[in-house]
């Protein structure tokens, strides 16, 4: 019996122990941690001699050769055409008799293996796919082997250079991901192909090298090792396994709840285990029904999501799984469920994120508008699917791009791919899915929004410097949330693709107008497309945000719109604030507390209920904060509530209540000159101008603060009638009357020193216009910051209100390009809903307050880029004349292929009522005092 007991046990232990496959990595492992090997290149920069470069990386980024953009073959071809690589290292000894491979996660372009003097195999063509070679016969374990590596920035195959090196980003050479070693016995597992669907069915092909004979088992757990199921095992046949299993009461994975299982396979001979392999899947469905939709698990979903290019600006394409993390959050961040690897497979630990974090994803094989050759592309659509098929998160293969598409290969993706994903062609209407790339809004007949297939635009909304992206998005979703055949979009791109350029002194550079095309900056810097986005596709709905102040009779009941495509909104939590502002930025909490969620189904609509206090109406405002089950934040919405004249009582009040140098007299003082009319209250002044109506000039004692020429149109008309000063009280006002569309400008000095403009203009009915408002002339260069309350920190356009919330902001003044400089909240433009704003400058603080809600700031004119290849062609505003501005309408943002009119109903130029309009604004101008 102890001989029986000691058998089991050692056939036990045999079981419980078996081999998986060994991995030695003969570089480091990602951008942050690497190896130096021996280096040398032909051409360019520290060429020709042997130096040191850490591996993976890009030579150009590590001092070596020359930085190119785009077409770099044919055109002016690179001088830096060969790299040789050169390292030394050991093998175990205990690796002797072992099947082993070296494995390149990718190397740009043709890359050549040499082991011991000997080669490794055929050279690999194709700059984005892991490739291996079994180099079992050319190692010496236990030894120092020599390893060498020549990489060819060309490819000797004219169809992998128009497919790879003819693009729209940095063409990059070299090492860029890691290389190592994996050993395994000589019967082994050599790889597996598996469908876990999300009704808890189960199939693999398991594919053996060394065997004929034996069993393959598998196992499905959770991650933590609690076994889900039956073993699975079958019999091998002619050097495969097809095992077919089913699991109870899995989860299914899915971009809003994306459980994880592990299955193990083994390999067992005479009972032992030789070899086992584990992957880690989720239980998902996906199919594409016809003229009808996407569907995952059965449900049919929408795909909200960006293109993302594998790149960092010290490392180039050498990335890391903390980036990977980084940038998925981010999109989760953004309420993005989807990602676009745009135009190449990405490294294989983003998706290994996508399927931890939930990213649905589009897996890409290379084709930048021109196509691999058919024989050089076959084995590459074996190392992509091969390598990737496993993820949950993958729900299309994509071949090629925007007609880099070789038709040839479609169907061998399905020989790869035990799931049978759908294939696309992005750009094209192709597989029962039109993925048209910028098309207009209005775009087309019989296709898209007008047409019967299913549509997925997997790239529009093209973000060049701040337009884009988030510029139009609101009509877009609408739009395709209202049309039963779309499957979302992608918009381009995720980030500016920046890189630090030695040879400019560790300047940034964006390849003029090709690459700042992000959403995010380069070191994902957030533009305000960003928030725009977030607050878009947010997956909670509430029709109340469309308001910008609650109405009187608001009794603390809010509808809710499930936008979800599984999750009940009874899985999130809301909580509510009533805040008060001060004069400081940020804000006091009065109040707060949870609001309970109902039972709403994705779909469909609800209603919640806060329990206002009896005094909420006197607070400021209301903020309305969703978390996911997580703990992340979905979006925080607010309201006003206090009016804009509360708000400006509430301000006066205070400055009055504190220590002011008192007047000089106990009332205003009014002097008629020659060519205008002088106001005086204690230390201010203000000169009216005679002929025109408007302020010549501003002083509190002997200073000045250099506003003048205004409130003057920014369209319209403006004839001066009549203009008269007289004194009102201990107040002085002097009253403009005019013809034209500006009828009125009514100024008021108190004896406090309070001067206020009152202005009313009239626009004729059925008249499109680009702007709306008044103007005013300040010298930029007076400004160090600004603050306000207001919707913010983020400027605005037209076409892109979503994404600022109220509070009080503050900024300091900068110049920012967006996408060409990356000092985030840019300080100029556009400012929605700004009750008041406090400019803090090189003389005196001068502040503004509204009397109106409806009331945007424009700050300054906003810098383009300039120069060669910097032409900001769509993204171009004109910005109305002067340099503080009080509008009513704003101008909207184009993307880079499409100018407003081409994008939307929230990009067209405002158009009046046929009746016309009657526009009325009081602002006060406090001078020498910041905001109280």
């Not at 909207?892 to 407003?900: Q, W």
Request: aromatic residues 10%.
């Amino acid at each position: 019996m102890r001989w029986l007991l000691s058998v089991f046990l050692l056939a036990l232990s045999s079981q419980c122990f078996a081999e998986p496959t060994q991995i030695q990595y003969l570089s480091g492992t990602d951008k942050d941690h690497r190896v130096d090997w021996d280096f040398q290149v032909n051409g360019g920069r520290n060429s020709g001699a042997w130096k040191k470069i850490p591996v993976p990386s890009n030579w150009e980024m590590e001092g070596f050769g020359t930085y190119r953009y785009s077409n770099d073959w044919q055109k002016d071809p690179a001088p830096d055409s060969v790299g040789v690589y050169r390292h030394q290292f050991a093998v175990p000894a205990e690796w002797r008799g072992k099947r082993i491979d070296i494995v390149f996660g990718a190397a740009m372009t043709d890359t050549q293996v040499v082991i011991n003097g000997q080669p490794a195999g055929p050279v690999h063509q194709g700059g984005f796919y892991e490739f291996r070679y079994d180099v079992s016969r050319l190692l010496k374990p236990g030894e120092s082997n020599q390893l060498e590596v020549t990489v060819h920035r060309y490819s000797a195959n004219a169809s992998v250079n128009r497919a790879e090196r003819s693009s729209d980003y940095w063409l990059f050479s070299g090492i860029y991901r890691p290389v190592w070693l994996e050993a395994r016995p000589q019967t082994n597992i050599e790889r597996v192909s598996l469908d876990a669907r999300h009704t808890g069915d189960f199939s693999a092909d398991v594919f053996l090298d060394g065997a004929t004979g034996g069993k393959v088992s598998a196992r499905i757990t959770t991650l933590d090792g609690k076994a889900m199921g039956k073993e699975i095992s079958v019999e091998v046949v002619d050097g495969k396994a097809h095992l077919l299993g089913h699991v109870d009461r899995v989860v299914p994975w899915s971009a809003e709840n994306p459980q994880r299982y592990q299955v193990r396979f083994q390999l067992l001979k005479g009972g032992k285990v030789v070899h086992e392999v584990s992957k880690i899947i989720g239980f998902r469905t996906i199919e594409l029904r016809p003229r009808d939709g996407v569907y995952v698990n059965g449900s049919k979903v929408r795909l909200k999501g960006s293109n993302r290019h594998s790149i960092w600006p010290t490392s180039g394409r050498t990335t890391s799984k903390a980036l990977s993390y980084q940038d998925a959050r981010l999109m989760k961040e953004m309420n993005m469920n989807a990602v676009r690897m745009s135009h190449y497979p990405p490294d294989p630990h983003f998706l290994d994120v996508a399927d931890e974090v939930g990213l649905y994803v589009i897996d890409e094989l290379t084709g930048w508008q021109k196509a691999y050759d058919t024989d050089v592309a076959t084995p590459l659509v074996k190392e992509l699917v091969q390598r990737d098929q496993h993820h949950p998160s993958i729900l299309f293969w994509a071949n090629g791009n925007e007609g880099g598409f070789n038709r040839e290969l479609d169907g061998l993706y399905a020989g790869w791919d035990a799931q049978r994903r759908p294939v696309i062609h992005p750009w094209e209407n192709f597989g029962g899915i039109d993925t048209a790339h910028y098309p207009t809004y209005n775009c087309c007949a019989t296709s898209l929004f007008n047409g019967r297939d299913v549509f997925m635009p997997t790239e529009f909304l093209h973000g060049l410097y701040d337009g884009g992206a988030g510029a139009s998005l609101n009509d877009w979703w609408n739009a395709m949330l209202a049309n039963p055949l779309s499957a979302g979009g992608f918009i381009w791109a995720f980030v500016d693709e920046g890189i630090v350029r030695d040879d400019r002194g560790g300047a940034v550079d964006v390849a003029g107008n090709l690459a700042p095309d992000g959403i995010l900056g380069p070191y994902r810097e957030k533009e305000g497309s960003f928030f725009a986005i977030k607050k878009i596709w947010s997956p909670l709905y509430l029709p109340l945000s469309e308001l910008a102040s609650l109405p009187s009779t608001f009794d603390g009941r809010i509808t809710l719109e499930n936008r979800y495509d599984f999750t009940n909104l009874n899985q999130l939590k809301l909580r509510w604030q009533l805040v008060r502002f001060g004069a400081g930025t940020g804000y006091a909490v009065v109040a707060q507390g949870n609001v309970k969620v109902p039972d709403v189904a994705p779909g469909m609509r609800g209603a919640a209920s806060i329990a206002l206090p009896a005094d909420w109406a006197r607070q400021d405002a209301l903020y309305l904060s969703a978390t996911d089950r997580d703990g992340r934040e979905i979006y925080t919405w607010s309201w006003m509530i206090a009016t804009p004249q509360q708000v400006a009582e509430r301000m006066h009040g205070a400055r009055d209540a504190v220590a002011v140098p008192a007047p000089a007299t106990s009332s205003a003082t009014l002097v008629e000159l020659a060519d205008g009319y002088r106001l005086q209250a204690g230390a201010v002044s203000a000169l009216i101008d005679k002929s025109t109506g408007y302020l010549r000039e501003l002083k509190r004692g002997d200073v000045l603060a250099p506003l003048s020429n205004g409130p003057r149109l920014v369209t319209g008309t403006a004839q001066l009638k009549t203009i008269h000063a007289a004194r009102d009280g201990d107040d002085v006002v002097v009253a403009a009357e005019y013809s034209g569309n500006l009828r009125k400008v009514n100024w008021r000095l108190t004896s406090a020193g309070r001067l206020t403009v009152n202005y009313g203009y009239q626009m004729e009915g059925s008249r499109y216009v680009d702007a709306l408002g008044v103007t005013f002339d300040y010298p930029e260069a007076e400004v160090k910051s600004m603050r306000w309350l207001g919707r913010g920190p983020y400027r605005v356009w037209k076409n892109r209100t979503q994404g600022v919330e109220f509070d009080v902001w503050q900024k300091d003044y900068n110049d920012t390009v967006s996408g060409q400089s990356w000092n985030y909240p840019e300080f100029k433009g556009f400012h929605d809903k700004v009750y008041w704003a406090t400019l803090n400058t090189a003389r005196l603080p001068i502040t503004f307050i509204n009397h109106a809600d409806d009331i945007a700031l424009r700050v300054f004119t906003p810098k383009e880029a300039s120069g060669a290849g910097f032409e900001p062609k769509a993204t171009h505003v004109d910005f109305p004349q002067g340099d503080i501005s009080f509008l009513n309408a704003i101008l909207p943002i184009g993307t880079k292929f499409h100018p407003p009119a081409e994008l939307g109903p929230s990009a067209q130029q405002a158009r009046t009522p046929n009746l016309g309009i009657w526009l009325e604004n009081t602002i006060d101008i406090v001078v020498g005092e910041a905001s109280r």
